[in-house]
């Protein structure tokens, strides 16, 4: 087993510090991380105006009129609907700062870029679904293209230097001003190139070629199961394995999701189970490993001192997906005794409520923003609009149970015999 262990950890290990290292994937994860306030904000006011109970929809129009929900139509156009346009921002900056670039000039030039690619209406206008999903993976490109061109570009001194007498702001706008004239016009040389080809845009390339391709493998059964098991993979070794496979699955599930949300408030089917709500409210309850079951039963029917006290200290914070304290304390971290449920019992959750949805016995997710850390049960409801995917988490939970109870009660065991050795 350590053989085993050894070889996987040398093989695995510079991979994930590889991709832990590199900074365009570090910067599409906090870029699209940085706008999810904005996508909180436009799931709360969907979660308003689209609760399914008949009485309260008749309330809320007998007391506001039938046009109530226009306040919610207006707030996702301005948050949601705007998600391209967020990543921009967020990813640019994450980008700028690991160059050491200014990153307001480096915001500024991509939008810039983005707008140039953008196919204009007769009226002047631009197309509204450009700034959200379908222009999301547009977006996250050429942020990061735009802002290594304008890094490039400043390293290579090809700036206007002012005179230190001159005001920051003021010098930093000249610096940016040679930059932006090269940049701007590149993507208006492939906004024309494209225009001419049967795509139309560079949008719909990227739609058709990169972001529906790459969602459609990504955001699958068998897609949702491989960076399940690589993130507790990385866990089990000490990694922040979340982290580090969001990075390079996390933008065509949010991708997804973003699709979903899109369908949802249009009243149209949700096009996508696996979705980043998905993986957030059904892979773990109680943090990495699923563990909420496991800290129960360790606070309740476990003998050792030390697996007890830990189970008492993790079973509140195991309720908000928080268990740090069973995964460094017990440990769960290198673990042989607790490895097998530790894997499997994530990758169950995620196998009931695929097969649930596409079954119809649970709801999709929606697309609503909703955060790790919010409890099973609730999160299920609002995730999905409906109960039965509340129920679902319980019974999840339940199973867990199940799972870890022979593993946690031979640790138990063993805990418990060296407990007595060290009393004698």
């Not at 547009?138 to 700036?159: H, Q």
């Not at 005794?337 to 119809?360: D, E, K, Q, R, S």
Request: proline letters at 5%; charged letters at 10%.
């Amino acid at each position: 087993m350590n053989a085993i262990m050894n070889k996987i950890e040398n093989t695995l290990l510079p991979i994930a510090n590889k991709i832990g290292a590199n900074r365009y994937l570090m910067a599409l994860r906090d870029g699209m991380v940085a706008s999810m306030p904005m996508m909180m904000i436009g799931s709360i006011l969907l979660v308003i105006t689209e609760l399914p109970i008949e009485s309260y929809q008749n309330f809320m129009s007998g007391l506001f009129g039938e046009g109530w929900k226009w306040f919610s139509d207006a707030g996702t156009s301005a948050t949601i609907g705007l998600a391209a346009i967020f990543a921009i921002v967020g990813i640019s900056t994450s980008l700028a700062v690991r160059h050491h670039k200014d990153t307001v000039m480096a915001i500024i030039i991509s939008l810039g870029s983005y707008f140039a690619v953008l196919v204009q209406l007769d009226s002047g206008g631009f197309v509204a679904n450009d700034f959200g999903a379908k222009g999301l993976f547009a977006a996250m490109i050429i942020a990061l293209i735009s802002t290594e061109l304008y890094s490039y570009i400043v390293d290579k001194n090809i700036t206007i230097k002012m005179p230190s007498s001159v005001p920051p702001a003021i010098a930093k706008s000249f610096e940016a001003l040679i930059p932006a004239a090269i940049i701007i016009p590149i993507f208006l040389i492939v906004r024309f190139i494209f225009a001419q080809s049967s795509f139309g845009s560079v949008n719909n390339f990227i739609l058709n070629m990169l972001q529906v391709p790459l969602t459609g493998i990504t955001c699958t059964y068998g897609g949702i199961m491989l960076s399940t098991f690589l993130s507790h993979l990385l866990c089990f070794f000490g990694l922040h394995g979340a982290s580090i496979v969001g990075a390079v699955f996390g933008p065509m599930l949010q991708v997804a999701g973003l699709a979903n949300l899109e369908a949802f408030q249009a009243g149209l089917p949700l096009p996508n189970i696996v979705t980043q709500q998905f993986n957030d409210i059904f892979q773990t309850f109680g943090g990495v490993g699923s563990t909420l079951g496991l800290a129960f039963m360790m606070a309740f029917f476990c003998k050792s001192k030390q697996v007890k006290t830990l189970g008492r200290l993790a079973l509140v914070p195991g309720i908000f997906g928080i268990n740090e304290p069973l995964v460094f304390g017990l440990p769960l971290v290198l673990n042989p005794f607790l490895m097998i449920p530790f894997f499997i019992t994530p990758l169950i959750n995620i196998t009931l409520a695929y097969f649930a949805t596409a079954f119809g016995l649970i709801g999709t997710t929606t697309g609503v923003a909703v955060t790790w850390s919010m409890p099973p049960l609730l999160s299920g409801i609002l995730g999905t609009n409906t109960i039965s995917a509340g129920i679902l988490q319980v019974i999840a939970i339940l199973l867990s149970l199940v799972i870890y109870y022979p593993f946690i009660k031979a640790y138990d065991r063993k805990m418990l015999k060296e407990e007595e050795a060290l009393d004698e």
